[in-house]
């Protein structure tokens, strides 16, 4: 056996986070980026399943950790955006959102997000602008449901 593989490490990960073992697959993502402080994966991975477990502080830093990888991925920009609008940073989430759409234009889940968080601030224009993304997700993804259910 190879305990010290990244690369396994993670992969087991993904079956704890599959069955429903938060706590293990959380366990396994840390130990694959502690032996390969590089993996993106593990980072994206392990990222996603504290965001699922609303551990949003440790979310922020391996999806961070992520970007200082690979600055341009758009959906870790969209996953940490969504991080901070569940932490009620609407403004922080907002950018984050408008920096996955600048890097990935056609990301319909990014401008149906990015219109939740504008209609979150409630101003005129904002309003109105979450109702221009609602409509660029639906025209990118006519059966994007998120958007659907906004009209």
């Keep these: 056996t190879q305990p010290d593989f990244a690369v396994a ?7 704890y986070n599959t069955q429903g073992e938060v706590w293990l697959a959380i366990h396994h993502f840390e130990r694959a980026v502690t032996l390969d402080p590089n993996f993106l994966d593990a980072y994206i991975n392990l990222g996603n399943v504290l965001k699922e477990a609303r551990i949003f502080d440790r979310a922020v830093y391996a999806y961070t950790r992520a970007l200082q990888l690979k600055p341009d991925h758009a959906v870790v920009h969209g996953n940490l955006a969504c991080v901070y609008y569940e932490q009620r940073f609407i403004d922080l989430a907002i950018d984050t959102y408008r920096k996955a759409i600048e890097i990935e234009p056609h990301f319909p889940d990014a401008y149906c997000n990015l219109a939740n968080a504008l209609k979150e601030q409630g101003f005129p224009h904002s309003v109105k602008e979450a109702e221009e993304c609602y409509n660029k997700a639906l ?3 006519p059966n994007h449901a998120d958007s659907l259910k906004q009209f």
Excluded at 9 to 15: E, F, I, K, R, T
């Design 9 to 15: 490490w993670s992969n087991l990960g993904c079956v």
């Design 139 to 141: 025209k990118l993804c």
